[in-house]
């Protein structure tokens, strides 16, 4: 379904109760809203797994403007700073107090726009498998140890000097990369909608300057960061620069062994019990 927020036709999707019963009472659960990763992907990456939530909380599953199902709009508001009040606007349209807010890779990036432009708003923050800030050398480095020289070369053809023939290059040869298991289902990357020229704007646009670092000690609600040791594209140390630039008293940090950027689909029973616990919690 969609829905009109901060001006762009935005699409969403909902499973599972916000409110059940309880004895003589209805008993309202935590609504947990997925920020997908790219940019230029959509949510169709978080299903079915994040299904096994539904019995602890209500999954909002979020196309970002321009991407996915969601309206393309004026490449003008693709930004990390539209991206972020597009959340809380979110929120706001549809009267969600206190959600949990997931990001992972991009999403992460969006999740943590949302946080620091609007602090306290947030009931709890998940961040996987993102960063505050890009370091290509370190990331390069990355592509390097798990790939080869031609894997870095790769991405650095396409982070440093991006063309739409070098995207589509870098998502064939480079995005395997991401993962130390094989995609579950080979039909998946078919049914996601994929929308480069998004992925080409942001990369030109910002990315370079994004820096989360300062704006990241304003964060007032517990904060999940989970890493995976194998990640090329936002490795383990950008996850622990996160970390110690939030208060120390509201982070939880998880390490994945033998992970790489896709926690979910490397490690899934890992990753869904230490999130199941942090619903909870």
């Known amino acids: 379904m969609h829905i009109t927020v901060n001006g762009a036709r935005l699409y969403f999707d909902v499973e599972g109760l916000g409110l059940v019963p309880d004895g003589k009472a209805m008993r309202q659960r935590p609504t947990l809203i997925l920020l997908h990763g790219g940019p230029g992907f959509d949510h169709t990456g978080f299903k079915p797994a994040f299904s096994t939530l539904t019995d602890i909380a209500q999954v909002i599953y979020l196309d970002h403007r321009g991407n ?32 949990i807010v997931y990001g992972v890779s991009f999403g992460g990036f969006v999740a943590q726009s949302y946080a620091t432009r609007h602090p306290g708003h947030a009931g709890k923050l998940v961040l996987a498998s993102t960063a505050a800030r890009p370091d290509w050398p370190a990331v390069f480095d990355a592509f390097e140890r798990i790939g080869g020289l031609w894997a870095r070369q790769l991405a650095e053809a396409y982070w440093l000097t991006p ?7 870098y998502r064939e040869k480079c995005h395997p990369l991401y993962y130390t298991r094989g995609l579950p289902d080979p039909d998946a990357n078919e049914r996601a909608i994929v929308h480069d020229p998004v992925n080409l704007h942001f990369v030109t646009n910002g990315f370079a300057q994004m820096d989360f670092r300062a704006a990241l000690a304003h964060i007032t609600c517990p904060t999940l960061v989970m890493a995976g040791d194998n990640d090329p594209i936002t490795p383990r140390a950008f996850s622990e620069s996160i970390v110690a630039s939030l208060p120390p008293a509201l982070v939880r940090f998880e390490r994945f062994s033998d992970c790489g950027h896709g926690i979910v689909r490397d490690a899934p029973e890992r990753h869904f019990e230490v999130l199941r616990e942090f619903i909870s919690a």
């Open 68 to 99: 996915g199902r969601s309206e393309r709009g004026d490449p003008a508001t693709w930004n990390l700073a539209q991206w972020g009040d597009d959340v809380r606007g979110f929120c706001d349209v549809l009267g969600i107090e206190k959600p």
């Open 163 to 169: 063309t739409p023939e070098r995207r589509v290059a």
